[in-house]
């Protein structure tokens, strides 16, 4: 589904849903101003086209013991489809990369890795250069959360109403 295929009603129940994904559905319906059928209809349609991709319960890294985020950049020897593929499929299966971003610029990949602890950290560090074609890590430890948001900035109605208008 594309996003000129959403409609207003489409993108308030993506804004509610990414605020509060365990809302009822009657609350939903409210919130949206349509009845429960077809609300219920249009959130198993935007999850059949993968707008919507899954729910989660987001954590606390603090209270479950891993307090030390730390962004790494990694630059590999050579940057070549088997090298990317390695690194890619290594970082892929570890548990504390929480993201990992192919990028442009001195790095090829920028790492966001939480631990429990710096001795972790320092295990972790030393698997990494382990992996085929790791040529640099640099590493940048978090002092202070200053922004976290897992909502996306929808453009919402705005859009729906600039495609609505095209159609005609």
Same mark, same amino acid.
Not at 66 to 74: I, K, N
Not at 120 to 127: I, L, M
Not at 131 to 152: C, D, E, R, W
């Given at each position: @589904?594309?996003?000129?295929?959403?409609?207003?009603?489409?993108?308030?129940?993506?804004?509610?849903?990414?605020?509060?994904?365990?809302?009822?559905?009657?609350?939903?319906?409210?919130?949206?101003?349509?009845?429960?059928?077809?609300?219920?209809?249009?959130?198993?349609?935007?999850?059949?086209?993968?707008?919507?991709?899954?729910?989660?319960?987001?954590?606390?890294?603090?209270?479950?013991?891993?307090?030390?985020?730390?962004?790494?950049?990694?630059?590999?020897?050579?940057?070549?489809?088997?090298?990317?593929?390695?690194?890619?499929?290594?970082?892929?299966?570890?548990?504390?990369? @929480?993201?990992?971003?192919? @990028?442009?610029? %001195?790095?090829?990949?920028?790492?966001?890795?939480?631990?429990?602890?710096?001795?972790?950290?320092?295990?972790?560090? %030393?698997?990494? %250069?382990?992996?085929?074609?790791?040529?640099?890590?640099?590493?940048?430890?978090?002092?202070?959360?200053?922004?976290?948001?897992?909502?996306?900035?929808?453009?919402?109605?705005?859009?729906?109403?600039? %495609?609505?208008?095209?159609?005609?």
């Amino acid at each position: @589904m594309r996003p000129s295929e959403l409609d207003s009603i489409d993108w308030k129940i993506l804004t509610v849903l990414q605020q509060d994904a365990r809302v009822a559905n009657v609350d939903l319906c409210e919130k949206v101003n349509l009845s429960p059928s077809p609300c219920l209809a249009r959130v198993k349609a935007l999850e059949k086209t993968g707008v919507i991709n899954r729910y989660v319960a987001l954590l606390d890294p603090g209270a479950v013991g891993l307090g030390v985020s730390v962004f790494v950049q990694v630059r590999l020897e050579k940057q070549v489809e088997a090298a990317l593929n390695t690194f890619e499929g290594a970082v892929a299966v570890r548990p504390e990369v @929480m993201e990992c971003y192919l @990028m442009t610029g %001195t790095s090829d990949y920028l790492l966001r890795v939480v631990v429990a602890d710096l001795p972790e950290f320092q295990r972790f560090v %030393t698997d990494l %250069t382990k992996i085929p074609g790791v040529g640099n890590i640099q590493s940048s430890f978090a002092l202070k959360q200053v922004k976290y948001k897992t909502a996306l900035p929808l453009p919402g109605l705005e859009l729906s109403r600039r %495609t609505q208008r095209s159609r005609k």
